[in-house]
């Protein structure tokens, strides 16, 4: 049966449950931009933790993905993981594609990286697993030609409603412009618990979607994940599919003090 949707807005108080008189959230940096201390990498094939040839590390203030100690990708998918999990929240960042996809990556993953929310703890996921159980919010590059809207969701072991009707593909395209070249983009995620999400790029809302549930296919469920339990919250990963990616000012604004139950 499907969920009753709260409704909510892109403001900050509007439910009725939201407590009054709290704090104005505020928007924090939740990585530091010199090391990766607050995050956790795993990639497929390595024990959690372990990051393979030096995948994701930090330059000049910028979170980066390179693949320079790769003789080939060897479906080697990584994501880097927050320590800390969230549920209701904003979360924001910029992005950019540089550079050549690695020898060996697929086709589709040219230009192509994301934000993975509501992920699990990595420490539970399996030592060949790809990706975790999470909505994506993917970023894709355009090829200077063609039109490729950024800003999309995949669902990974995961199933969401748009436009209020149940999502069966494994991924919908945003009504985002395409972005070409190596320019920083600037993403938004609005996330309140497993009821509702805004995916904003450059300042405009570019997707929105409910009902997020543990379900579907593409990923073996992560231990402990039931089919059909509403996925509210988890932390948020960045990923390392096969084409160099960099990443800088993210921030959070944790929302979860508003919404808590007295």
């Keep these: 049966m499907k969920r009753t949707i709260i409704a909510l ?3 900050i108080c509007t ?3 939201c407590k009054q008189n709290k704090p104005e959230p505020q928007w924090e940096s939740i ?3 010199k090391d990766l201390t607050g995050w956790t990498v795993k990639i497929t094939g390595y024990p959690c933790g372990e990051n393979f040839a030096n995948t994701f590390r930090v330059e000049d203030g910028v979170l980066k993905v390179v693949y320079d100690g790769y003789d080939e990708f060897n479906n080697r998918f990584g994501h880097i993981y927050t320590d800390k999990e969230y549920s209701y929240y904003k979360l924001r960042l910029q992005y950019r594609f540089v550079g050549e996809q690695v020898k060996g990556g697929p086709g589709w993953a ?5 934000a993975m929310l509501h992920c699990p703890d990595p420490n539970t996921m399996h030592l060949d697993q790809d990706f975790p159980v999470s909505i994506e919010g993917q970023f894709l590059g355009g090829d200077g030609v063609n039109e490729r809207p950024t800003g999309n969701i995949c669902t990974p072991g995961t199933e969401v409603f748009i436009a209020n009707e149940k999502y069966v593909e494994h991924c919908a ?9 190596d320019q920083w983009v600037t993403a938004e995620f609005v ?7 805004h995916h904003i790029i450059e300042g405009d809302t570019v997707l929105t979607y409910t009902n997020m549930t543990i379900g579907g296919g593409g990923v073996s469920p992560d ?4 089919a ?3 996925l509210g919250k988890g932390r948020i990963s960045l990923q390392s599919e096969s084409h160099p990616v960099e990443f800088k000012n993210i921030e959070i604004m944790d929302l979860s003090p508003l919404y808590e139950k007295e």
């Design 15 to 17: 439910l009725t449950s």
């Design 31 to 33: 990585f530091n931009g």
């Design 173 to 181: 395209t945003s009504n985002s412009k395409t972005y070409h070249g």
């Design 191 to 197: 996330v309140y618990g497993d009821s509702l999400a």
């Design 9 to 11: 807005t892109l403001g």
């Design 110 to 114: 040219v230009r192509n990286s994301g």
């Design 228 to 230: 059909g339990t509403p």
């Design 223 to 226: 231990p402990g994940y039931k």
